[in-house]
């Protein structure tokens, strides 16, 4: 499991619809990645606050999904 698997399954990990192998690999991975870890808080804040306001989170917009991927990519090489 890499950084854009984590990417590629974040809404399916949240909601808790993922096999339970594959969150123990995501559970794996972000022992060790900070930048997934923090990708990850942050999109479980942004559901959490859009959830008491009783609205449904948006879509991440394309550029900002590009530049995220981007950073985590540049982080996970370092």
């Known amino acids: 499991m890499n950084c854009q698997d984590i990417l590629d399954r974040i809404c399916d990990y949240i909601d808790k619809d993922l096999d ?11 022992e060790d990645c900070e930048p997934c870890v923090a990708f990850i808080n942050t999109i479980k804040k942004t559901v959490d606050l859009f959830k008491s306001a009783g609205q449904e989170p948006p879509d991440i917009p394309k550029p900002v ?9 540049d982080k996970r090489d370092e």
């Open 20 to 30: 339970p192998a594959i969150c123990k690999d995501i559970e794996d991975h972000i």
């Open 65 to 73: 999904s590009s530049n995220l991927m981007s950073f985590l990519k």
